[in-house]
């Protein structure tokens, strides 16, 4: 019998104020997948390629990234997981202060798939979740080889 792996949601914020916001709108859009929640970008990473039930080897996850971390940029990790890896494809959500046209654009041309700015709009939040919902359910899992 097959399990459905349950899509991970990966937020990448060092605010817990803000963390807990996120996560609360996630919820009130309807989006029940498990949140592993990352203060720094070092940690995150290494979850991210390298950890056994990381996405890289275990496949989609979804990715919400704030820039101003505390050890690295966010465009620095963006730049990593849209790079040529395993991850290239996973869908990142870039939360964000700031609101600075260069930087926005810069993150779409590093292949974010939607920009929000903090403080966060619940109704554009919870829009582009919506959004990324439809993407999540039509995600094609790889299913778990027999042992």
């Given at each position: 019998m097959m399990a459905q792996i349950p899509l991970n949601i990966i937020m990448i914020e060092d605010d817990e104020g803000h963390a807990r916001l996120i996560e609360k709108?996630?919820?009130?859009?309807?989006?029940?997948?498990?949140?592993?929640?990352?203060?720094?970008?070092?940690?995150?990473?290494?979850?991210?390629?390298?950890?056994?039930?990381?996405?890289?080897?275990?496949?989609?996850?979804?990715?919400?990234?704030?820039?101003?971390?505390?050890?690295?940029?966010?465009?620095?990790?963006?730049?990593?997981?849209?790079?040529?890896?395993?991850?290239?494809?996973?869908?990142?959500?870039?939360l964000t202060t700031t609101d600075d046209k260069v930087e926005i654009q810069r993150c779409y041309d590093l292949g974010c798939n939607v920009y929000i700015t903090k403080p966060v709009n619940y109704e554009s939040f919870a829009d582009a979740i919506r959004q990324l919902g439809l993407f999540l359910s039509v995600i094609q899992v790889p299913e778990a080889k027999p042992d």
């Open positions: 709108n996630i919820r009130r859009a309807g989006i029940f997948n498990p949140i592993r929640h990352f203060t720094d970008g070092t940690s995150a990473l290494t979850y991210l390629f390298e950890d056994a039930d990381g996405p890289a080897l275990n496949g989609p996850a979804l990715v919400l990234l704030d820039l101003n971390l505390p050890d690295m940029s966010g465009t620095d990790i963006l730049a990593k997981i849209k790079g040529d890896g395993p991850l290239k494809r996973t869908p990142v959500v870039v």
